[in-house]
């Protein structure tokens, strides 16, 4: 059913996160559902960085990392990371991406369980982690066996040392117990780890009351880090003095100015950094996590899964798309709507200034997330969308599919 512009309107009357729209610049006559691939420009970041560039390093120079606390970013940063996710303080930082932080995690995991050679991953997660899985597999002299969502407990057998999983999923937005998948691991003798990139900032996540061992997460979609923006790592408390990555680095040795000529790793998570942080990026970063001061992010995930099921509903009337309807229960905060020339549709929903994304072959994937997505957005966006479909103008020249796709 496609909602009237009067109930929309009443919801963003009645929206309790409606004034975080304001943190954020967001172009005029855009309508932004695309903050699950890259979240908008915070609104203080753009003076902020200039701060840093003209003050920090323009006349502070080589004195910031002391004088403004470069040094000890990755750390600062991962602290107020923590509490989006559900982590003690010390027990997250910020550093590399995620691709990076899944090799060294996963590499600890392994070197854990010595004996178990077997990584578990659910077999449509997103490729990537694959990826790096199959790599360290090599190297390590491991196996990745990937099952269907279904068959993963049945799949937990004495040769797994490692769960890796991503909490909601990239496309069909379900969204794991972690808590039940956790113990269930456990209870086989394997550790977890957990991929946040479409759940930090989106969803409430309780990495320590849920017993994950390790987790990584993506610093620019919903943390508004700015493209290429560092990622996470989550090590929990109890295997901090037990996680030794393969990949280790200066920042994160025990001491990295003595210049030892062995690698001591420090305590807690800081063992997880290794180069000289991007001071720049993180920077942006910060910015981006402080859009999240005072947000209760309860509130965020239900006014997310509100948007989600308006826009799903409205979108099942419209003619010549089929919806993927959002999963019962909890479920990310984007929605796949499918057209067998998605790629054309979305380059003229583009065009008429609706920003999503596709995924080949055929799914538009529309993201909401709570802070920036008012509820008149998803009438403005439907709209938009019945009338690309009914003009039939996602057919003409100007949106045959060239390029990279977004």
């Not at 039940?180 to 780890?193: I, K, N, Q």
């Not at 037990?242 to 200066?250: E, S």
């Not at 909401?368 to 709209?383: H, K, M, Q, Y």
Request: with cysteine.
């Amino acid at each position: 059913m496609m909602p009237s512009a009067a109930q929309l309107a009443a919801l963003d009357a009645a929206d309790p996160l409606s004034h975080a729209r304001d943190r954020f610049r967001l172009p005029p006559g855009v309508v932004y559902l695309d903050g699950n691939s890259l979240g908008p420009l915070p609104a203080a970041l753009p003076d902020r960085l200039a701060q840093t560039v003209a003050g920090e390093w323009g006349e502070g120079l080589i004195r910031s990392w002391n004088d403004a606390g470069w040094i000890d970013l990755p750390v600062t940063l991962g602290a107020a990371i923590a509490p989006i996710v559900g982590a003690e303080p010390e027990s997250v930082v910020a550093c590399d991406s995620v691709s990076l932080n899944l090799f060294k995690l996963a590499s600890a995991a392994l070197a854990m369980r010595p004996g178990r050679r077997t990584i578990l991953m659910e077999a449509s997660d997103f490729p990537t982690d694959a990826y790096v899985m199959q790599g360290l597999a090599q190297l390590a002299g491991a196996k990745l066996k990937r099952v269907p969502r279904a068959e993963l407990g049945a799949a937990l057998d004495d040769d797994v040392g490692l769960l890796l999983l991503t909490h909601a999923h990239y496309v069909t937005s379900q969204v794991h117990d972690m808590a039940a998948m956790s113990a269930a691991a456990h209870a086989a003798g394997a550790l977890t780890l957990w991929d946040l990139s479409h759940s930090a900032g989106a969803l409430v996540v309780n990495l320590d009351a849920d017993g994950a061992d390790f987790a990584v997460g993506c610093g620019y979609k919903f943390l508004n880090g700015g493209p290429g923006a560092p990622a996470f790592a989550y090590l929990a408390r109890r295997h901090w003095d037990a996680a030794l990555p393969a990949l280790t680095g200066w920042m994160g040795h025990a001491a990295p100015f003595d210049f030892a000529a062995d690698y001591a790793p420090a305590s807690g998570a800081r063992r997880l950094l290794t180069g000289t942080p991007p001071i720049l990026a993180m920077r942006a970063l910060e910015a981006g996590v402080a859009t999240f001061d005072g947000i209760d992010l309860a509130q965020a995930e239900a006014k997310s899964r509100h948007l989600v099921q308006l826009f799903a509903a409205g979108a099942a009337t419209l003619p010549g798309v089929t919806v993927d309807a959002p999963p019962a229960g909890r479920h990310g905060a984007h929605v796949i709507i499918r057209h067998p020339e998605a790629r054309r549709v979305m380059s003229a929903l583009i065009a008429r200034g609706v920003i999503g994304d596709m995924r080949p072959p055929d799914a538009m994937r529309f993201g909401f997330p709570a802070l920036t997505t008012r509820f008149a957005d998803v009438g403005l966006a439907l709209e938009t969308l019945r009338a690309v479909l009914t003009s039939g103008e996602w057919q003409e020249e100007r949106f045959a599919p060239k390029g990279m796709v977004s």
